[in-house]
């Protein structure tokens, strides 16, 4: 069992920065690929951003791509989603999840444990 907790989200204007941390705790997160989706009200999830186990390969949306960074920390069981140039479109709940493999993909349905989530809203 995993238990993914998200924090770091909050109200920023558009063109700001935010952070958002995933911590995993229970079983061995340095072996899970990792991804980050968004849900906006009335649309459906959507990939953002996700990485393998080990860093070396790292998945964008074309909407953040050369906005948004992904990365992690396997000492700290942590993985993060740098969020800069923020829009009022990238309003919404961030999720991370955890893969069962070590290699990432941009599908939701690949991803077996998943986080609450956390609001990001950004305002024009």
């Known amino acids: 069992q995993v238990q993914l907790v998200e924090s770091g989200g909050g109200l920023v204007q558009a063109g700001g920065s935010l952070r958002l941390s995933c911590a995993a705790s229970g079983r061995t997160f340095s072996s899970y690929a990792m991804g980050w989706f968004r849900q906006a009200p009335g649309k459906e999830r959507e990939f953002v951003a996700a990485?393998?186990?080990?860093?070396?390969?790292?998945y964008y949306a074309d909407s953040v791509k050369g906005r948004f960074t992904i990365s992690r920390d396997n000492a700290k069981n942590t993985v993060y989603l740098q969020m800069n140039s923020l829009k009022p479109e990238d309003t919404a709940v961030y999720s991370c999840?955890?893969?069962?493999?070590?290699?990432?993909?941009?599908?939701?349905?690949?991803?077996?444990?998943w986080g609450q989530g956390t609001q990001v809203t950004v305002s024009s």
């Open positions: 999840a955890a893969r069962l493999y070590s290699t990432a993909t941009m599908d939701a349905y690949d991803y077996y444990y």
């Open positions: 990485i393998s186990w080990s860093g070396g390969s790292i």
